[in-house]
């Protein structure tokens, strides 16, 4: 499985940003996708996931400003940020998980918020 994620840049504080990720397969194939971040010199964290069923969750520091989606025509899902703060600086990855548990990442977007 490839994922393709893209939409990374740079953006001032309170601006906005769309990331987009690419799967090489029908995503109804995944029991999860989603995007996690790693920030230099710090661990990849989870942003968002979405499950197989639509159901999405958020990691706290990004609730209310950050919304994950999906294209099933296009297998790609979505993050979009707004109110970007100095914080949100990193790079972005996406995730796919299969049923079976095998999991797949993208090569990495990088966000930088310009404060």
């Known amino acids: 499985v490839q994922l393709q994620a893209s939409g990374g840049g740079l953006v001032q504080a309170g601006g906005s940003l769309r990331l987009s990720c690419a799967a090489s397969?029908?995503?109804?194939?995944?029991?999860?996708m989603g995007w996690y971040r790693q920030a230099r010199g710090k661990q990849r964290d989870l942003v968002a996931t979405?499950?197989?069923?639509?159901?999405?969750n958020y990691a706290d520091s990004v609730k209310g400003r950050f919304t994950i989606s999906r294209d099933t025509t296009k297998n790609t899902i979505y993050l979009q940020m707004n109110s970007l703060k100095s914080e949100d600086t990193a790079i972005y990855y996406c995730?796919?998980?299969?049923?079976?548990?095998?999991?797949?990442w993208g090569q990495g977007t990088l966000v930088t918020v310009s404060s």
């Open positions: 979405i499950t197989n069923a639509g159901s999405t």
């Open positions: 995730n796919a998980v299969q049923f079976t548990g095998d999991e797949s």
């Open positions: 397969r029908n995503i109804f194939g995944f029991g999860m």
